[in-house]
């Protein structure tokens, strides 16, 4: 079952999304040094509240089916239980199950 946190989290990401492009843009202008002091300072100014923003240390990994936050496999996007039900029946392409 999904909770608030779940949703909240998809905002979080989103607010994210736009912030890093932005941020990416000041570091190239810091970077390459602007003639100008002034602008200089304002963009670094600019730059320390977005990074300092916690935006990013909010996004948390969930479960796309079930919403558990804890043991998340990142590259399925699905947590272990389901993980292994789902590799049980065949949808993950090319997993097998281990024995030896």
Do not use: H, T
């Not at 000041?26 to 304002?42: A, D, G, P, T, V």
Request: proline share 1%.
């Amino acid at each position: 079952m999904k909770s608030g946190r779940f949703f909240k989290d998809i905002i979080n990401r989103k607010l994210f999304i736009k912030k890093e492009i932005f941020q990416r843009v000041l570091k190239l202008f810091f970077f390459y040094k602007i003639e100008y002091q002034n602008e200089l300072e304002n963009l670094i100014f600019l730059l320390y509240s977005i990074i300092m923003s916690k935006v990013k240390f909010n996004i948390r990994n969930y479960c796309v089916i079930s919403g558990r936050p804890r043991g998340i496999y990142r590259k399925f996007k699905v947590s272990r239980f389901f993980f292994r039900e789902l590799g049980s029946q065949g949808m993950f392409v090319g997993l097998k199950k281990a024995s030896w």
